[in-house]
């Protein structure tokens, strides 16, 4: 088992910035990649970025992409998305996810809450 836990969430701004934080009890295979998903009220959860523990390669929304930036310290078993340029539509809760590939998410962090004030 991996557990998740989600920090960083909050009131901002639209044009500010913030930073999530997810920090990992370990890593193991099956928590290969870890990614941010996120889900707005009356939407579906969607994907936003996600990375790798080994290698450290990024995948991101094109939503997000040249605003988020994703990042890992393989010493803290902790990732973090960094949040810049935020929108109105970037509200939503953010869940942290672990699992083998940026589709196949097995264990879940319990989500923090982003809003985005215009």
């Known amino acids: 088992q991996v557990q998740l836990v989600e920090s960083g969430g909050g009131l901002v701004q639209a044009g500010g910035s913030l930073r999530l934080s997810c920090a990992a009890s370990?890593?193991?295979?099956?928590?290969?990649?870890m990614g941010w998903l996120r889900q707005a009220p009356g939407k579906e959860r969607e994907f936003v970025a996600a990375?790798?523990?080994?290698?450290?390669?990024?995948n991101y929304a094109d939503s997000v992409k040249g605003r988020f930036t994703i990042s890992r310290d393989n010493a803290k078993n902790t990732v973090y998305l960094q949040m810049n340029s935020l929108k109105p539509e970037d509200t939503a809760v953010y869940y942290c996810?672990?699992?083998?590939?940026?589709?196949?998410?097995?264990?879940w962090g319990q989500g923090t809450q982003v809003t985005v004030s215009s």
């Open positions: 990375i790798r523990w080994s290698g450290g390669s990024t």
């Open positions: 996810a672990a699992g083998l590939t940026i589709d196949d998410y097995s264990y």
């Open positions: 370990r890593r193991t295979f099956t928590s290969r990649v």
